[in-house]
């Protein structure tokens, strides 16, 4: 039986294993998916067990998608852009680190109404998922990209892959037609983003990573005052379709079903 799984810390709350799964059944593969949780001392054994075949393929979340890529053999161009590695497999014997962050925002923003070409972006947040964000918005032709971290220096770091980026301090409004909350503000019903909107006009759109709450205070004030508004849900289900056509050579369903799955 193959064996997959996803890496983080904390894992508890990870969906991958669910939609993951659903597929694998679906499909009639002989393999199953789970999730661990591990501390940077287990990244270098993990690899070994990749090489050994005894892990056939593995996802990687928060906070080691930067730091796995030091005990990888080659990085995908994607990958080596962010540095940032969400999926890994095995190419012959070589151990490869591939993004799929990227293509699962990218997918994401195509189903919706907003056409980023030419656009304003705004980005609050500068952690792992940022760089992927950005590779996406660049590939999607965006005009311009401000970023706001309330750790400036973290900000400057991202800045550092993609040098033509803004960064104003946390707290600023810079003038946007898209802004993003990257932050883990909003996992918590009560967290709340100091930022004033209120004299903005109307029609931006407001794109939230966070997917669980399915609304969080971001959206539902920016729905509130007419704008449009999308969670990271979509984010989510891509990012795992790419891994698994990666994997697997099938191409997954995505269905109501699914959808009804994650909200469980
Ligand atoms: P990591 O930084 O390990 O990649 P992450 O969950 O991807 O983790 O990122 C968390 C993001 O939410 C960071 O941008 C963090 O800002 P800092 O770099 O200053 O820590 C941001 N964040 C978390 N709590 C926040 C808060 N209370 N106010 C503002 N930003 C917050």
């Known amino acids: 039986m193959k064996k997959y799984l996803v890496i983080g810390n904390p894992i508890e709350h990870s969906l991958s294993p669910l939609l993951h799964n659903y597929w694998i059944k679906k499909n009639n593969i002989f393999a199953e998916y789970d999730k661990k949780k591990l501390n940077t001392s287990d990244l270098k054994s993990l690899v070994d067990q990749i090489r050994e075949k005894k892990l056939n393929g593995v996802n990687v979340t ?43 925002f990218e997918h994401s923003l195509k189903d919706t109404n907003f056409n980023v070409k030419g ?76 930022l004033d909107f209120s004299k903005l006009e109307k029609n931006k759109f407001f794109f939230d990573i966070i997917y669980n709450p399915p609304e969080t205070n971001f959206l539902k ?34 269905n109501e079903e699914i959808y009804k799955l994650l909200d469980k």
């Open 119 to 194: 656009k304003k972006v705004f980005i609050l947040g500068a952690g792992g998922v940022v760089p992927s964000i950005i590779f996406a918005l660049k590939k999607m032709e965006v005009n311009d990209i401000t970023l706001s971290n309330r750790t400036r220096k973290k900000a400057e770091n991202v800045k550092e892959l993609f040098k033509n980026i803004k960064v104003v301090d946390w707290g600023n409004l810079p003038d946007f037609d898209m802004i993003i909350n990257a932050t883990s503000l909003g996992l918590n019903f009560s967290d709340k983003i100091e």
């Open 62 to 104: 928060v906070p080691f998608k930067k730091e796995i890529i030091s005990y990888l053999d080659k990085l995908s161009p994607e990958a080596e852009s962010t540095q940032s590695v969400n999926t890994i497999y095995l190419d012959e014997d070589t151990i490869i680190g591939h993004n799929t962050d990227i293509a699962g």
């Open 221 to 254: 004030n920016a729905k509130k005052s007419g704008n449009l508004t999308a969670n990271g849900k979509k984010m989510f289900i891509y990012q795992a379709y790419e891994a698994f056509k990666l994997w697997h050579g099938v191409k997954p369903v995505i």
